[in-house]
């Protein structure tokens, strides 16, 4: 097992304190009010303790793609949360990613610009 660092420990905490406080925000005030705070000043591989919290809390997936996108773009590499849906029908489901992964069978419906 790989010993974790501070900086990664530190990326874990605001990955932590972030999604408590997407939810929070998502709850109360709808995607227009959810609000992530910039992540402290850390080296890029201080990436495996954010992943590692996205991965380990119960989250939504739009949560999850609020805090990535806050992450990445505190790196200069901004990318959009799309937000789709599955055909109308039984087993329909929403989902939410960044732009540049693959999700095939929704249909986007909403963009959230970083």
């Known amino acids: 097992m790989r010993r974790v660092d501070l900086p990664t420990l530190r990326a874990a905490v605001w990955a932590w304190r972030s999604l408590r406080r997407a939810e929070r925000d998502l709850a109360r005030n709808g995607l227009e009010g959810a609000h992530v705070a910039p992540p402290p000043a850390l080296p890029a591989s201080a990436r495996r303790g954010v992943l590692a919290i996205l991965r380990r809390r119960p989250s939504t ?10 992450w990445l773009a505190a790196r200069d590499d901004r990318r959009t949360v799309v ?5 109308p029908g039984p087993g329909f489901r929403a989902h939410a990613w960044l732009e540049g992964e693959h999700a095939p069978e929704f249909h986007e419906v909403a963009r959230v610009p970083p």
């Not at 949560?63 to 806050?70: C, F, K, N, P």
């Not at 937000?83 to 055909?87: H, N, Q, S």
């Open 83 to 87: 937000i789709g849906v599955t055909a």
């Open 61 to 70: 997936c739009l949560e999850r793609a609020l805090v990535l996108q806050r």
